[in-house]
């Protein structure tokens, strides 16, 4: 399994774009990039997932470079809502079991 | 769909009693997993099911604890003799055969006395 490393908080204002970049160096051949965000008291909730270059949904996009080493979820236009941990994870082994760090909290100001 | 349940919500028990707690997947999810979260950390792995079989269990599920899917269907996390350090927020998640998103439930929060 990866280990990923990703920023322990972020700062922003309502309106701004926010990028948290995330860093999987030894990321496997069918590993998958996958981002959860979780609010107080409450169980994660799935974001988005990718493989390489770039994914967007309605949420976020996400942008994987070439080389997979690292990646970064982009949120448009935070609100105070988006205040929230947002975790990255590579999580394919065989019984996908989801290995979490510490995540990255993400505060947004008004 | 409801999503994925989880009962109780909140649980305050004596060191030393049993707890058991409850999770019920959306409906055609055969696989079902357990995670424990303490305050300020990401969610540990606790165990997982792919219908009633228990696939893997982590090294953090120590013979007080136990899992069940009898069914395949709702899961049981049973903590026996529970523990100060057993206090954290209990996660249960699941996912269908052919997506690798996991769907988690609101908790069960236990607080041990």
């Known amino acids: 399994l990866a280990k990923t490393t990703q920023p322990i908080s972020m700062d922003s204002y309502e309106g701004q774009e926010v990028n948290i970049t995330c860093s999987h160096n030894?990321?496997?051949?069918?590993?998958?990039i996958t981002w959860y965000q979780q609010f107080p008291s409450q169980g994660p909730r799935f974001i988005i997932q990718?493989?390489?270059t770039k994914v967007t949904n309605e949420v976020a996009s996400l942008f994987i470079p070439a080389d997979r080493k690292s990646s970064t979820l982009s949120l448009p236009r935070v609100s105070l809502s988006d205040t929230a941990v947002y975790y990255c994870?590579?999580?394919?082994?065989?019984?996908?079991?989801?290995?979490f760090g510490s995540g990255t909290r993400l505060l947004v100001r008004p | 769909d409801t999503g994925v349940s989880q009962n109780p919500r909140h649980k305050i028990t004596k060191r030393g009693q049993n707890v058991t707690f409850r999770c019920d997947p959306i409906?055609?999810?055969?696989?079902l997993y357990w995670y424990r979260q303490t305050l300020g950390q990401g969610p540990e792995f606790l165990t997982y099911?792919?219908?009633?079989?228990?696939?893997?269990k982590s090294r953090l599920l120590s013979d007080r604890f136990s899992a069940e899917r009898p069914k395949g269907s709702f899961s049981t996390l049973e903590i026996q003799r529970t523990e100060q350090g057993d206090s954290a927020m209990y996660l249960c998640?699941?996912?269908?055969?052919?997506?690798?998103?996991?769907?988690f439930g609101p908790g069960t929060r236990l607080t041990v006395t």
């Open positions: 998640a699941s996912s269908s055969p052919i997506a690798y998103e996991q769907y």
């Open positions: 030894n990321i496997a051949t069918n590993d998958y």
């Open positions: 990718g493989y390489k």
């Open positions: 994870l590579a999580p394919m082994d065989s019984s996908y079991k989801l290995i």
């Open positions: 409906s055609e999810h055969n696989r």
């Open positions: 099911f792919q219908n009633e079989a228990q696939l893997e």
